[in-house]
């Protein structure tokens, strides 16, 4: 039995305790930490959780020997410290997104996972849904062929009252904008899918929160061998429909799937090469079913990566690589030149400081809220609609 605790019982919690609860026989919940203990306290008793005790410092179960795992869901500005000092007590994490506010924090976490022996992982659950796995293997496959050209398209529209909560909109706390904490899932599927970019160029704006620091919009040019990639991040759109599509050699794929397949006539126009797109849906249609999806499927993964002392399938170095990405795109929407990659650890923007000192501040936040009512989404399923 997995003994965990939840430290940071807002929002995004709930996905991840309504996931453990779907394992009551490998895992319980044991306690619950905020920094607003009543919002613990309502925490454990509209789910029930009699085991848990409620903690108001995550200090406070460093000394517990009996908890197994921590799981952090607090804003990303203490993400690494208090899973540092939770891997330092002997506990394995699991972190939401973004894994920390900075590389350098990254590479503080990664160390203290090294150090302590323990198991580190990033929240990333979009990998976890079924049309995104397919995707996955399907480029893997090469049926399609190389990639030539992505785009992805992180659109979500969030009203301007979402940065009147007391964290968000800042810098400091929330770490950045919609690049950081919207795109980092579409970032994330497109590092796993095509790897780290060769080079960056992005232009950031805020265009409808005159209550946030940060930005609420973000385009950005990727350059990869032999290929391109474009990449929107927003908080702006309305429908929030968010896709990924790859232009292949032989075909487009994406997600929610399509597939579209051309081979050209004798003068160079292009006729459709239905023989090809029925081997992709007979491919995509082949591919066994996820069995839980979502927090339910990366969770599920966590629990497993304990049981049997094996790597969870988002790890460290995962979340270390959309952070060097979500990074390169602040540096170069600050400073309006292309910036190549990796980057190094003497780079200015390696470190929350160097970052804060060159960042733009759009606007200057005006309303600090305590909570906001209402019930958040989660983005998009992927399924074709």
């Known amino acids: 039995m997995i003994r965990i605790a939840i430290v940071g019982t807002g929002n995004i ?9 779907r394992f009551p026989e490998r895992c319980k919940i044991v306690a619950l930490v905020d920094i607003v203990p009543e919002k613990a306290q309502k925490m454990k008793e509209d789910y029930h959780l009699t085991e848990a005790e409620v903690y108001d410092d995550h200090q406070k179960i460093l000394s517990r020997k009996d908890i197994d795992l921590v799981d952090v869901c607090t804003p990303p500005y203490v993400h690494a410290s208090i899973s540092i000092n939770s891997l330092r007590s002997g506990k394995n994490v699991v972190c939401e997104k973004p894994m920390a506010a900075s590389l350098e924090e990254c590479d503080e976490m990664l160390r203290a996972r090294d150090e302590s022996c323990k198991k580190l992982a990033i929240i990333a659950q979009n990998r976890f849904r079924q049309p995104i796995s397919n995707l996955k293997k399907l480029l893997d496959s090469g ?3 190389k990639v030539l050209c992505a785009s992805v398209t992180s659109a979500w529209w969030r009203g301007h009252c979402y940065y009147d909560l007391w964290w968000r909109g800042t810098w400091e706390k929330e770490g950045g904008g919609c690049t950081l904490n919207h795109a980092v899932h579409h970032i994330d599927m497109l590092c796993w899918m095509m790897g780290l970019p060769q080079a960056v160029t992005s232009v950031m704006a805020n265009v409808a929160h005159d209550n946030a620091e940060v930005e609420d919009l973000s385009l950005s040019v990727l350059q990869y061998p032999g290929a391109l990639a474009q990449l929107t991040a927003s908080v702006v759109h309305h429908g929030e429909e968010q896709e990924l599509v790859f232009q292949c050699e032989k075909a487009k794929i994406a ?3 399509s597939v579209y397949a051309s081979i050209s006539k004798p003068n160079g126009f292009p006729i459709e090469n239905t023989e090809l797109e029925q081997k992709i849906r007979d491919f995509v249609d082949a591919q066994p079913q996820l069995p839980y999806e979502g927090h339910a499927g990366e969770l599920e993964n966590v629990l497993s990566a304990l049981e049997n002392d ?32 990796p980057l190094q650890k003497d780079d200015p923007f390696y470190t929350v400081e160097g970052m804060m000192r060159a960042v733009p501040h759009f606007y200057e936040k005006t309303t600090s809220a305590a909570s906001l009512d209402g019930t958040i989404t989660l983005g998009s399923d992927y399924q074709q609609k």
Not at 13 to 21: D, F, G, I, P, R
Not at 321 to 334: D, H, Q
């Open 13 to 21: 919690s709930h996905a991840h305790v309504e996931a453990y609860l």
């Open 255 to 257: 997600a929610p799937f």
């Open 310 to 341: 094996t790597l969870p399938a988002i790890g460290g170095e995962d979340g270390r690589r959309t952070i060097e990405l979500i990074t390169a795109v602040y540096k170069s929407g600050a400073t309006k030149q292309t910036v190549t990659l």
């Open 143 to 145: 049926l399609a062929g």
